[in-house]
């Protein structure tokens, strides 16, 4: 149980294309996603806490305008990278649990998608 | 703000050696903790953790200690499997299940 499915898994793309990634809970209904970036041989990074039907929540120094976030389902979270350039491609990942971010319910995470841009 | 620091580099070990990998957190209060692997080609995976002070982890073999004396959450394993070669990351929740990660470990136990 508690599946969590990232699609696509990978992607390339020329500079300046947006490119949506969708993060959807199989199994169970995700109140709360997160989404996370993680560079070669670094530490995942928290982006964003995404809460259904409301706005997500950018950590500092996130661009909001850059990294568009909608979770309009209970099973579906998808990122949007805008106007993406080189110094975006990196490793997108998600996780998801159930109930409300300070319910700190297990988090179940995505196998991540591989963003390169050209 | 809060943060966790693992030792550098890949460990190389046998099958059957013991395994520690290092992992230290800044935080203000005391945050849950907890260690995370990735197996190859899969997610992230939780496999232990520890809400407070002096409290043992435990799974699969692996345990970690929640020490706020030393700051420390050390991840052990009194015999490694060549299945438990992976990636395994510390990590600290610093407030609505907001998660701070290491920069990972990657584990090869060689038969």
């Known amino acids: 149980g508690a599946v969590v499915s990232q699609h696509p898994s990978r992607v390339i793309c020329k500079s300046g294309t947006s490119v949506k990634i969708e993060c959807r809970s199989l199994d169970f209904q995700a109140t709360t996603m997160f989404w996370y970036r993680q560079f070669p041989k670094q530490s995942l990074m928290l982006m964003a806490t995404?809460?259904?039907?409301?706005?997500?929540?950018?950590e500092q120094g996130v661009e909001k305008d850059k990294f568009l976030i909608n979770h309009a389902s209970l099973t579906l979270s998808t990122l949007t990278v805008t106007s993406a350039h080189p110094e975006d491609s990196s490793f997108y990942i998600c996780s998801a649990q159930q109930g409300r971010a300070y319910s700190n319910q297990p988090q179940h995470f995505g196998d991540g998608t591989r963003l390169s841009i050209l | 703000g809060d943060s966790v620091t693992q030792m550098e580099g890949p460990v190389t070990l046998s099958e059957e050696a013991f395994l520690t990998i290092n992992c230290t957190y800044t935080?203000?209060?005391?945050?849950?903790l907890f260690w995370y692997v990735q197996y190859p080609g899969e997610g992230l995976q939780l496999l232990l953790k520890a809400t407070k002070a002096d409290d043992k982890g435990s799974n699969k073999g692996f345990e970690a200690t929640y020490r706020k004396e030393t700051t420390s959450f050390h991840l052990e394993k009194g015999s490694v499997q060549v299945s438990d070669s992976a990636v395994y990351f510390c990590?600290?929740?610093?407030?609505?299940?907001?998660?701070?990660f290491g920069k990972g470990n990657q584990v090869v136990v060689i038969p």
């Open positions: 935080a203000t209060g005391y945050p849950s």
């Open positions: 995404s809460n259904e039907g409301s706005k997500a929540t950018y």
């Open positions: 990590a600290l929740n610093y407030g609505n299940n907001r998660l701070a």
